[in-house]
Every structure is written in structure tokens, then in C-alpha cells.
């Protein structure tokens, strides 16, 4: 595309998005590409210019670094051909790209070397690229042996007196609890051949099981060479419903020595945007319940609940932790940095936690918060 031919979308005047300090360097939004498939959008909408609008428009305020997966159906082409139309403002050392390997549909896990590999060059080609920042192993609570007492309901006794059921005891880090953990490891050994080729800079694991994350970076670490995941990103753990990733991050960081946590999905996959969430999305009936409410109250107050969802996060990601946000459009992108100026200026902050808490209690109320979802189902 001429760059004549480019739209000219433009940043409201105000601060443009902050990196942070850690081993990335990523900046304080990362730009979530998993809103740029069908899960969540219309072909109507992927298939204009919105999402090269959109990408042109989180360039230009700083989301310098980008989340996708091949799981994501089109959404690394439509990055990569938005990224590339961009290179002449944006070329690639101006912005960070993460992707992820091993999912490829709702019940398709491929974690066999052979197709990490094949996968992940498949996905350096479609995003235009010579080399990742990040490369995850993505949702491996699928792949994984399983070891949990239960799939559903509050899970932070893993960190205390339920450690054993969870596999999470001193002394059985390195554990191997079954063909899963090896496929893990496996898979993982793959992506630091490629590390080694240059091909990726950093390797993660993803999922939304806190327990499982925790248990498989202390599995990595304690097995040859006996080094630490690079990354870790957990999705919906961090919102008004849930703040599970807060109290999983020490143990994260100190017991696993994992190097940068990222917390991903502040709208918990559409649950807390106060539209209806997407026909998949496995939430209870009573959490859905609790959700419109508050996405009731929130707005008698006069702000909307993915206002109030965003502002949470950020807040609470603080200055270590960067936040992954789904944009597909290029409003959303205005509105989420509208926030995060609002949250570093500190602007209403008062009024703006109040009303966090009222959702919050809304939860508790419910039965639901810090409630968490089976997964796998």
C-alpha cells in the first residue's frame, strides 16, 4: 500500500503510553490481538480498513507491542499486512511482536516439536518478520497433566494449605506428573533451539489456571538446563471480578523466577464490557447475572463498566506489569488511553474506586468474586 493511500488516524494531544522498566521493556498497554478474529468481530469489520486504522492509531500512542496466536484465525495476517503498511513511521525495531504456538482450535493442540517449529515460522511469515520478541506455548492447561482437587471456584488455597493438591509442594518442582508435563517440556525445549537460532527472544507459557502456570514455570525451572520461563501471560485473572493474579505474582516471580508477568483480558473476554458476552464464553449463569448488574450500577453512576474494568487494571498492574488489551477498532483505542491518562493523573480517583468497589461487592454478593471457570471445560 503507497503511503498515500494510508488512512491518518491521530492521537488526542495528551502523554503517550509509558514503557516499563523489566526485562522487555514493554509498554503499560499491550495492543491484544485476539480481537482481530472471529470470535470477536464480523468479517464485515476484518476485512475494511479498521484494523490498519486501529494498529495505526496504537502505533502512534505508544502500544508499541502486539499479542496474537496462530489460534487467532486471521488476526497475525491482518498485523502482519497492517504492520508492513506501516514500516515506512513503524519500522520493525519500533515495536514489539508476541505470538503463541500449540493451539490451533477449540480443541486442536499440537505441542510435538516438529509443529511448534512448522508454527512458528509459519507465524514469522505472515507477521513479516525475521524474529519474535515472544513466543508462547499458548493455553497449556489443555496439554498439561492435570493436578487439581477441583476445575471451578476460588484456587488461592493453592498458595497455602491446599499446595499438595495442586501439585505445588517444595520439594516436587521438578516433578514429571504424566505425558503431559513431558509434551510440555518438551515443546519448550523446542522453542529454546529456536531462541538459540535467533528466531525468538523470549519464551512463555500461557493459560487462565493460575495453579497450573505456577506449577509448570517451577516444573521448567527444575529441569534441565534448569532455567527460568521468560514470560508468563494469564488471561482474566485481573479484572473487577477476579484479582487472583495479584496474589499468584509473588510466587510467580520469587519461587519460579519468571522474568515479566502479563495480565491480559481486563473485560474478561467480553464479560465486563457491558455488552452481552460472546455465546462461548464459560461463565456461570450466576456470574453472568452479577455482571449485568453491575454493569448496571455502573452506569446509574454515571461511568460504563469497561470504563471502570480498564481503570481497575491499570491501576493495578502498576509499573511492573503490562496490560494486554483486545482493539479492534480505533475508538477503543482512544477510550483505553483516555483511562490510563485519566489513572496516571490520578483524576477522580476517589469517586473512580468507589465505584469499583460497588462492583466489586456486587460479585461478592453473587457468590462469584475471585471465582474461576473450568478450563479445560
Given at each position: 500500500m503507497a503511503s498515500t493511500d494510508l488512512p491518518n488516524e491521530l492521537p488526542t494531544p495528551g502523554s503517550l503510553v509509558s514503557r516499563l522498566d523489566g526485562p522487555l521493556s514493554l509498554?503499560?498497554?499491550?495492543?491484544?490481538?485476539?480481537?482481530?478474529?472471529?470470535?470477536?468481530?464480523?468479517?464485515?469489520?476484518?476485512?475494511?480498513?479498521?484494523?490498519?486504522?486501529?494498529?495505526?492509531?496504537?502505533?502512534?500512542?505508544?502500544i508499541t507491542a502486539f499479542d496474537t496466536s496462530a489460534y487467532y484465525g486471521p488476526s497475525e495476517i491482518l498485523l502482519g499486512n497492517a504492520l508492513?503498511?506501516?514500516?515506512?513511521?513503524?519500522p520493525r525495531s519500533s515495536y514489539q511482536l508476541m505470538t503463541?504456538?500449540?493451539?490451533?482450535?477449540?480443541?486442536?493442540?499440537?505441542?510435538?516439536?516438529a509443529k511448534i517449529r512448522e508454527s512458528v515460522k509459519r507465524s514469522l511469515e505472515r507477521l513479516h518478520t525475521e524474529y519474535f520478541d515472544v513466543v508462547h506455548l499458548h493455553d497449556v492447561e489443555?496439554?498439561?497433566?492435570?493436578?487439581?482437587?477441583?476445575?471451578?471456584?476460588?484456587?488461592?488455597?493453592?498458595?497455602?494449605?491446599?499446595?499438595?493438591?495442586?501439585?505445588?509442594s517444595e520439594g516436587e518442582e521438578a516433578k514429571v506428573?504424566?505425558?503431559?508435563?513431558?509434551?510440555?517440556?518438551?515443546?519448550?525445549?523446542?522453542?529454546?533451539?529456536?531462541?538459540?537460532?535467533?528466531l525468538i527472544k523470549h519464551i512463555g507459557i500461557t493459560g487462565y489456571p493460575l495453579y497450573t502456570l505456577l506449577r509448570l514455570s517451577l516444573l521448567i525451572l527444575r529441569n534441565p538446563p534448569f532455567k527460568p520461563v521468560d514470560v508468563i501471560l494469564s488471561y482474566s485473572n485481573l479484572s473487577l471480578q477476579s484479582s487472583t493474579f495479584l496474589q499468584f505474582a509473588p510466587q510467580l516471580l520469587e519461587r519460579a523466577h519468571v522474568g515479566?508477568?502479563?495480565?491480559?483480558?481486563?473485560?474478561?473476554?467480553?464479560?465486563?464490557?457491558?455488552?452481552?458476552?460472546?455465546?462461548w464464553h464459560p461463565a456461570s449463569p450466576e456470574l453472568l447475572a452479577a455482571s449485568v448488574r453491575a454493569a448496571?450500577?455502573?452506569?446509574?453512576?454515571?461511568?460504563?463498566?469497561?470504563?471502570?474494568?480498564?481503570?481497575?487494571?491499570?491501576r493495578h498492574t502498576g509499573d511492573a506489569i503490562p496490560l494486554a488489551v483486545g482493539?479492534?477498532?480505533?475508538?477503543?483505542?482512544?477510550?483505553?488511553?483516555?483511562?490510563?491518562?485519566?489513572?496516571?493523573?490520578?483524576?477522580?480517583?476517589?469517586?473512580?474506586?468507589?465505584?469499583?468497589?460497588?462492583?466489586?461487592?456486587?460479585?461478592?454478593?453473587?457468590?462469584?468474586l475471585d471465582w474461576a471457570w473450568a478450563s479445560p471445560p
Open positions: 509498554p503499560r498497554i499491550v495492543f491484544g490481538g485476539g480481537a482481530l478474529s472471529h470470535q470477536y468481530n464480523s468479517e464485515a469489520l476484518l476485512s475494511s480498513d479498521a484494523p490498519l486504522r486501529t494498529v495505526q492509531l496504537a502505533l502512534r500512542y505508544g508492513k503498511a506501516l514500516q515506512d513511521e513503524f503463541k504456538c500449540g493451539r490451533y482450535g477449540m480443541a486442536e493442540f499440537d505441542y510435538t516439536p489443555f496439554v498439561a497433566t492435570e493436578v487439581t482437587p477441583r476445575r471451578t471456584g476460588i484456587h488461592t488455597a493453592a498458595l497455602l494449605e491446599d499446595k499438595a493438591a495442586y501439585g505445588l506428573r504424566g505425558e503431559g508435563d513431558q509434551r510440555i517440556l518438551d515443546a519448550f525445549t523446542e522453542l529454546r533451539k529456536m531462541k538459540d537460532e535467533g515479566q508477568l502479563v495480565a491480559a483480558s481486563p473485560f474478561s473476554m467480553g464479560l465486563l464490557t457491558g455488552a452481552s458476552p460472546p455465546s448496571e450500577e455502573s452506569a446509574s453512576k454515571g461511568r460504563s463498566l469497561a470504563d471502570l474494568a480498564t481503570g481497575y487494571c491499570l482493539f479492534s477498532r480505533p475508538e477503543e483505542v482512544h477510550e483505553c488511553v483516555r483511562v490510563w491518562r485519566e489513572i496516571e493523573m490520578a483524576g477522580d480517583e476517589d469517586v473512580r474506586i468507589a465505584q469499583e468497589e460497588a462492583a466489586k461487592a456486587i460479585f461478592k454478593e453473587a457468590g462469584v
